[in-house]
C-alpha cells in the first residue's frame, strides 16, 4: 500500500507547507529588500545633512 500523497513528488508531504507560503515568502523578501535600499538612502541623507545638523548637536543640552 502505498502512503505518499502523490507519484509524482512522494515527498510532497514535507514540501507542501514551503508551496504554500512560496509567494509570501517572496513578498517578504522584495519588501526586505525595500527596506534595506531605503535605510541606505536614509543614512546617506543623513550622512550629507551631517555638516547642517552638527551645531544643533552642539547646543543640545547635556545632562549629566
Known amino acids: 500500500m502505498r502512503t505518499e500523497l502523490s507519484p509524482f513528488a512522494p515527498h ?4 507542501w ?4 507560503w512560496a509567494p509570501s515568502l517572496q513578498a517578504a523578501r522584495v519588501l526586505a529588500q525595500a527596506n534595506f535600499e531605503m535605510t541606505l538612502r536614509f543614512m546617506n541623507t543623513a550622512s550629507a545633512l551631517n555638516p547642517y545638523l552638527r551645531p544643533l548637536q552642539r547646543t543640545a543640552p547635556r545632562h549629566a
Open 12 to 15: 510532497y508531504a514535507v514540501t
Open 17 to 20: 507547507p514551503l508551496d504554500f
